[in-house]
């Protein structure tokens, strides 16, 4: 899902019900959202900001639940979609390796290259 800040509550309300893009929704519905850093509308690809403003929102209220699954939604996530997951945080650092970097949409790095 990207850009994140697009998916909270007040612009969906603002939208007339033209974009539905419930985290909750997805949530409930044992979906596994991930979110990108490769949209290009900002001189600062951090997602930092953008996530700072939907925090609360994506925990239900919480900030804390909403930072554990933020973290999720941008590192284990996408790797556990496409069968990579692997618990880093654990120091299980033994045979990890980054794959490729993609800016923007395109591939700047590729370890196969």
Known sequence: MSPAMFFTRPIIAMSGSAMDWSWHKMFDA??????????????????????????????????????????RMITANGAEVVGKERDLSKGDFDGARIER?????????????
């Open 30 to 71: 044992n979906n596994y959202l991930t979110i990108g850093s490769d949209w290009g509308a900002n001189l600062d690809p951090s997602l930092m900001p953008a996530l700072m403003g939907i925090t609360e929102t994506v925990g239900w209220g919480s900030k804390e639940m909403g930072g554990e699954l933020l973290c």
């Open 101 to 113: 970097t993609v800016f923007e949409g395109e591939c700047v790095w590729d370890a196969d290259s």
